[in-house]
């Protein structure tokens, strides 16, 4: 039996656990490294780019500056989260806003000093990357239309982040960040519409609070509408191998996201249709292996050696 001192402490573990959303960042790490191996960096071994001390630590960098991200983004959403998360809310509640600003500063001076071994232009990125998660959380969030597009802006950013390391520049790589980030656009809006009670009551200047749901959906709508375009590049015009399966099945999802979306008029159909959108970017960093497989058997080959 844990003593009651050990069971506070694993609650707190537990609490920071959920105000970092520890579940997303190691998603987000796996999706840069398949993205390296199988966008940016086909022309090198899997192994090889596993193995690349730079872009380990250029991950962990992200990994631990998303978090700091999820920690100030927690603090300033406190009152709204009592009333949208009213369970989360207790949970994350058992760390003091103290401890979580304690916390935030300590991942990002990590972030500074380990980036620091790689160049210059690596402590520029993540020092623009830490300053834009802290503005937007402390002043671009509540405005209108500015904070979606910063959201889902800096949820794509780390991906960047290797970019700049491989220097490629493939116009595959622009159309897959297109539909990625239409992707975390909409999700973004349907948390607008899931959370519409909390954004009322702290002045949050969201679509829907401002124009209505049904504009808001129209909004939407039209969105969902335009990953038609990348879509088509990446399947018709590029080289993307068997992912191809992966996009026609999205445009499917996509096409009754829509039908439900016209449908839902509260909080738990705005979930599932958030949950939709959230299993389909998981499902594509898992997809992306479906570009070339046989890279996994080469690095496995490599392995062996």
């Not at 927690?74 to 369970?87: A, G």
């Not at 622009?174 to 948390?191: Q, S």
Request: charged share 15%.
């Amino acid at each position: 039996m844990l003593s009651r001192k050990s069971k506070h402490l694993l609650l707190k573990i537990l609490s920071m656990f959920s105000v970092v959303r520890g579940y997303n960042i190691p998603v987000i790490a796996l999706a840069q490294y398949l993205s390296a191996i199988f966008i940016l960096a086909p022309e090198k071994g899997a192994l090889e780019i596993i193995l690349d001390l730079n872009l380990f630590i250029i991950v962990l960098a992200s990994s631990l500056t998303i978090a700091s991200g999820y920690i100030i983004n927690n603090f300033y959403d406190s009152k709204k989260d009592l009333i949208n998360r009213p369970i989360k809310s207790q949970l994350d509640r058992l760390v003091s806003q103290k401890t979580k600003l304690q916390v935030y500063f300590t991942l990002n001076f990590l972030v500074f000093l380990i980036v620091f071994f790689i160049s210059i232009r690596a402590v520029l990125f993540f020092s623009t990357y830490i300053f834009l998660i802290w503005f937007y959380s402390h002043k671009l969030k509540k405005q209108l239309i500015i904070g979606n597009l910063t959201a889902s802006f800096l949820a794509v950013l780390p991906f960047f982040a290797i970019l700049l390391y491989y220097k490629n520049l493939y116009p595959q790589i622009f159309a897959h960040a297109t539909f990625l980030f239409l992707l975390l656009l909409i999700r973004e809006m349907i948390k607008d519409l899931e959370n519409i009670k909390g954004d009322i009551a702290n002045d949050y200047q969201t679509i829907p609070v401002i124009y209505g749901e049904s504009f808001s959906k129209k909004t939407i709508t039209l969105l969902t509408l335009l990953t038609v375009i990348p879509v088509y590049f990446l399947v018709d015009i590029f080289e993307v191998g068997y992912m191809d399966i992966y996009f026609y099945i999205s445009l499917i999802v996509l096409i009754f996201f829509l039908q439900k979306l016209w449908k839902s008029n509260s909080k738990p159909d705005y979930q599932l249709l958030h949950n939709i959108l959230k299993l389909l970017v998981v499902s594509g960093v898992f997809c992306i292996i479906l570009i070339n497989p046989e890279v996994l058997i080469h690095g496995k080959r490599l392995l062996r050696l």
